[in-house]
């Protein structure tokens, strides 16, 4: 249930940015473009700050990439 509500959160977020950016007068297709590759950039940045704020948990490299092993929220 935590990633359909993560799902649901952004597809509710890009809505509402696309609603507000053909308020303002600005093409909602931007906000639609750059959605994906800012949804990959925040996992990235999301396990590098898990990574960051505790290093000590890793051992090796492969740990530190196994995002199947959590650390990603």
Same mark, same amino acid.
């Given at each position: 249930? +935590?990633?359909? $509500?993560? %799902? &649901?959160?952004? /597809? %509710? @977020?890009? !809505?509402? /940015?696309?609603?507000? @950016? ?9 906000? $639609? ?7 990959? !950039?925040? %996992?990235? /940045?999301?396990? %590098?700050?898990? &990574? ?9 490299? +492969?740990?530190?990439?196994? &995002? ?6």
């Amino acid at each position: 249930s +935590y990633g359909l $509500l993560l %799902v &649901i959160g952004f /597809a %509710v @977020a890009v !809505w509402h /940015a696309c609603l507000e @950016a053909k308020r303002r007068g600005h093409d909602p297709n931007i906000i $639609l473009d750059l959605s994906v590759p800012l949804l990959v !950039w925040s %996992v990235l /940045a999301c396990r %590098v700050l898990f &990574i960051l704020l505790d290093p000590g948990q890793f051992n090796s490299f +492969y740990d530190m990439i196994r &995002i199947w092993d959590g650390g990603l929220s």
